[in-house]
């Protein structure tokens, strides 16, 4: 059985609250979507993880036409390419968790899979995650390098900036987002070592 929006925009709403109040989004920068009878429901312009409410989520359809008067967030072309290059994808979330964001800030990562497989869950759990060349957040250029790239990986860190990742549904995509930034909080912890 399909789950209803109502259960949907709460799972969405305690991935938002379990994300800021553990220090892995901060502010108003973070978004997340998810699909619901071929529309895409975004967080709006403005949200702030901590206290997103039922009300804040735009809709949009898989052009980018808006449903209603709420404005989505800046960086929705990034959520409308995942879901147009993988029809499996039911959710997208970026944040600017803090491992991730120090991990892609690296020189000479490998742009096609620049996360270490240092232990076998990421690879399981997501596979590749692509390095997206930095551009500035929101901008056409950005939109344009990930749309070029969305299809060569399976996740993606924007340099200096941080991951996007795609689910199957809104859990799904809050799990891969844990493990891939516990596999940056690794890889970081390991650079020291060896």
Request: hydrophobic residues 35%; charged residues 25%.
């Amino acid at each position: 059985m399909k789950d209803t929006l109502d259960k949907k925009i709460n799972n969405a709403i305690w991935v938002a609250h379990s994300l800021f109040q553990r220090g892995k989004a901060t502010g108003s920068v973070a978004n997340l979507s998810f699909l619901h009878e071929d529309k895409i429901y975004i967080t709006a312009t403005g949200t702030c993880f901590g206290t997103l409410k039922p009300d804040e989520f735009a809709v949009l359809d898989m052009d980018g036409n808006q449903y209603d008067h709420l404005k989505p967030s800046k960086e929705w072309p990034l959520h409308l390419s995942v879901y147009k290059a993988n029809p499996d994808t039911g959710a997208v979330l970026h944040t600017h968790s803090t491992y991730s964001v120090l991990w892609s800030c690296l020189p000479g990562l490998n742009e096609s899979d620049c996360m270490p497989d240092h232990t076998p869950y990421l690879k399981m759990k997501l596979g590749t995650v692509g390095l997206i060349p930095y551009e500035k957040p929101g901008s056409k250029e950005l939109f344009s390098v990930f749309e070029k790239r969305v299809t060569a990986s399976d996740g993606w860190l924007l340099s200096h900036h941080g991951p996007v990742v795609p689910g199957i549904d809104i859990m799904d995509a809050f799990f891969t987002l844990e493990e891939l930034e516990e596999s940056a909080k690794i890889a970081w912890e390991l650079r020291k070592e060896l």
